[in-house]
């Protein structure tokens, strides 16, 4: 009986910490989503990268749209230093229309991502994570074959206006990296769209 | 014929001035705080939202019943809009009127929103809507959609 006590006990820890999704330090686990251009992108497919800044984003989310902008700059600025931007959206189409892998397409094509903007179809990947909104940003830095969660939350501190920005949360964090520090503060927070799920 | 005009311009000049103006109070964080911790012996129910947050407009309604069943019972529900300060005219004040919210909305217009999310609870990630309910000392904090029951329980626990 203990033990079913103590088994069940730990069960709920554990399903507590996987639901709770990556703190700085984790390892963040690989995977494979589709892409807008019909070809699956994973991390491994980065072999050269110093790091990945992961962020959660969508089409329909007006957080979301108002960073679209800032996300190309930061991964024309990056990419070539070893810090390319992957962008995933996490949300179920049937929720939000707008977030369709077709719509996601129509937006990169307007908009002129430079980046892979994938799609976590079976909305498997952003629970890993712990990512609750959009934008929710990840920068992970690599160390040996694996990548580890570096920095997470927004990416400045200004949605609103982008000339209003006195804080670059995100590109102080890669900049950390590039000088072989930790990132500070390595977690921030933002208003965001929660993200849209079905009702269980 | 004449007579007709200006009888209608009077109608048009009375009816503008006959219905009440909608006024908004819109601050930013360190104007908003003391909303969070009033300790006046209500029960406080501050509702993060905004306009094109689809699950936050779906919950309004239980927002709305209940600040006019328990108003009269000590609970005051304040709805926190984040939307854009741009959109407040064009936007916000005609959402309130088609949807004659009666409970009191204040525009929170601070985008620093890294300065004060945690200021308003530390389980708080950011995502939206999110409620706060609390008496004095005692809160509680729910991020998601809540029902009317779901919302009743968080208050009738302090009442």
Redesign the interface.
Known sequence: MKTLILSIFLLAIFSNVQSQGYSIGDRAEDFKLLNIDGNHVSMSDYPEAKGIIVIFTCNHC?YAKKYEQRIIDLDKKYKSQGYPVIAINPNDPKV?AADSYDKMKERAREKGFTFPYLFDAKQKVYPVYGA??TPHVYLLKKSGNDFHVAYI??ID?????AD?V??K?LENAIEALQENKNPD?AV?????????TRKK | MKIYYKLLIILFLFSFSASPKLEIKILNFDQFKSYLHKDDGQVYVINFWATWCKPCVEELPAFEKLNAEYRQNGVKVILVSLDEIELVETKLKSFISKKGLKSEVILLDDPDFNSWINQVNLKWTGAIPATLVYKGKNSSFHEGSLDYKQLLKMVKSKL
Do not use: H, L, R
């Open positions: 007006p939000v609750k909104k939350g927004a501190n200004n949605y609103s206006d209003k006195t804080e949360y503060p921030t927070k933002a208003i965001g769209c929660s993200i849209k």
